[in-house]
């Protein structure tokens, strides 16, 4: 994680500042899903987000 994703982290309008971190690092390298046992906390995300139980159910969709 570099500095320019801290700072992006520390100004984005996310309730959760490592939450924050993970996703803006998560849109740099190009992540295509989500998985997090605190699905609210990325209510405003434009990566696809999953629970772990959501995931499994559908792994056979994502070419698992």
């Given at each position: 994680i570099g500095e320019q994703v801290l700072d992006?982290?520390?100004?984005?309008?996310?309730?959760?500042?490592?939450?924050?971190?993970?996703?803006?690092?998560?849109?740099?390298?190009?992540v295509n899903i989500i998985i997090t046992r605190n699905k609210k906390d990325y209510d405003q995300s434009r990566i696809p987000v999953f629970s772990a139980k959501e995931f499994l159910a559908a792994e056979h969709n994502f070419g698992a």
């Open positions: 992006e982290a520390l100004y984005a309008d996310a309730k959760d500042f490592e939450d924050a971190i993970q996703y803006i690092a998560a849109e740099n390298i190009g």
